[in-house]
T-cell receptor, first 111, second 117 residues
Framework: KAGVTQTPRYLIKTRGQQVTLSCSPI?????VSWYQQTPGQGLQFLFE???????NKGNFPGRFSGRQFSNSRSEMNVSTLELGDSALYLC??????????FGPGTRLTVL | AQKVTQAQTEISVVEKEDVTLDCVYE???????LFWYKQPPSGELVFLIR??????QNEISGRYSWNFQKSTSSFNFTITASQVVDSAVYFC??????????????FGQGTTLQVKP
């Protein structure tokens, strides 16, 4: 079975721009969770989607949003980028409430 | 409050030494899962183990073993006869099963393990 895939792997943006990251879960997995990893804050939960509905949300501003499609693929969007949004964004999929399997991440640099 | 603490920021050992990574957690839920993940320099989090809060049996998988003790809220990870390929950042994580907590892993700060040849 193919693992979780994330595109793009690397991204460079400037302040004020917006960005969309994509995640394709493992086949058969309907839950997709997103995490932000920074040296200062560590790994922090952004949100979780299941069957196209946001089921849980972390403590991030409204500039961070996401969605899930009928094929379970998910996208997250960050609008009005700030320097502090530079991070590794990790996506994980699970069958439902089970073990989360992570993708390779998207490294976002905001200049 | 939900929290995971990995007090060891960095550990350095020489190959073939045994090493234990500590993890202490806090939760009010009676039902929860505990996890260990490995993050090599490539960045991807690799799943190692999941433990149910109702199952306190220790587990051994090859050179890896895990000691879960609810009485001390600890879930420690031991690597026996460490190898250079074990060098990575290791994360302990908690997933509460209460309503509203789906899909959320709470991670510790991670322990960087360096195994020298």
């Amino acid at each position: 079975k193919a693992g979780v895939t994330q595109t793009p792997r690397y991204l460079i943006k400037t302040r004020g721009q917006q960005v969309t990251l994509s995640c394709s879960p493992i086949s058969g997995h309907r839950s997709v969770s997103w995490y932000q990893q920074t040296p200062g804050q560590g790994l922090q939960f952004l949100f979780e989607y299941f069957s196209e509905t946001q089921r849980n949300k972390g403590n991030f501003p409204g500039r961070f949003s996401g969605r899930q499609f009928s094929n379970s693929r998910s996208e997250m969007n960050v609008s009005t980028l700030e320097l502090g949004d530079s991070a590794l964004y990790l996506c994980a999929s699970s069958i439902d409430r089970g073990t989360q399997y992570f993708g390779p991440g998207t490294r976002l640099t905001v200049l | 409050a939900q929290k995971v603490t990995q007090a060891q920021t960095e550990i350095s050992v020489v190959e073939k030494e045994d090493v234990t990574l500590d993890c202490v957690y806090e939760t009010r839920d009676t039902t929860y899962y505990l996890f260990w993940y490995k993050q090599p320099p490539s960045g991807e989090l690799v799943f190692l183990i999941r433990r149910n809060s109702f199952d306190e049996q220790n587990e051994i998988s090859g050179r890896y073993s895990w000691n879960f003790q609810k009485s001390t809220s600890s879930f420690n990870f031991t690597i026996t006869a460490s190898q250079v390929v074990d060098s990575a950042v290791y994360f302990c994580a908690l997933s509460e099963r209460g309503s509203g907590n789906t899909g959320k892993l709470i991670f510790g700060q991670g322990t960087t393990l360096q195994v020298k040849p």
